[in-house]
């Protein structure tokens, strides 16, 4: 990527790797979403990605998502995809589309209270530490099974599929092994009904390997650098 090119430049270089990534694997392009992650991005620079036709986008921490909301326009789509605290979720509304952090039963608790003194029923996404990262948050393969069996319970919080976020130290043929694994995870789930839950969305791959995940079968990728550049 042309490290001086600006947003506009760089949304369009990213969509033509995504639109490759889907010709090799045989996909619709139009499966893919991609989610522009704007962490510790001005608004300026959202507001020159929306110029260049980006309407969805991503904030890891539900204070940042607070602040720049209300900058933007009302067609814009937002997801968090960071790790949410139980105690921030009475902060969010329905301009949330998707939560694709849900990693435990405290949280999933919480969301469905919220959900239902507000006549919200949350769409969310399971997280799952296919890697075995100890750095990072998510159940492991074994527990999903286990959790989706009582999201049933929780009337306000529907599952949409899973999420996951590639180990710091994998290769890149390392990272697509995750991303495979986590597909037929989800593959295997699928053949089950699960009330509450249907699993058609897979959430993988960033910046550095958003084609990968794409080529695995990702649905949403979550690119944040390749678009805004490194924060100066």
Partial sequence: MLAKAGIEQRLNEVRRRINQAA???????????????SKNQPVSSLEEAYRAGQRVFAENRVQEWLEKAPNLPN???????????????????????????????????????????????????????IARDPAKAGLMPEEVADFLSSVGDFPFVRIQGLM???????????TQ????????????????KWPGADL?????????????????????????????GDRE
């Fill in 23 to 37: 010709e090799r694997s045989k996909r619709d392009p139009s499966t893919i979403r991609l989610l522009a992650v």
């Fill in 164 to 174: 996951t976020i590639g180990a710091l130290e994998a290769s890149m043929t390392e």
């Fill in 75 to 129: 067609d814009c789509q937002w997801h968090l995809v960071g790790r949410l605290q139980t105690n921030k979720v009475k902060y969010l509304d329905d301009k949330i589309a998707m939560i694709h952090s849900l990693d435990r039963l405290p949280l999933l608790e919480a969301l469905n209270i919220q959900g239902e003194r507000r006549s919200i029923v949350w769409t969310t996404l399971v997280q799952v530490n």
């Fill in 177 to 192: 092994g995750f991303f495979r694994q986590l597909r037929e995870l989800r593959d295997t789930l699928q053949s089950r």
């Fill in 200 to 228: 058609d969305e897979l959430s993988m791959g960033m910046s550095q390997d958003f084609e990968l995940a794409i080529e695995e079968g990702a649905t949403l990728v979550r690119v944040g650098r390749q678009i805004f």
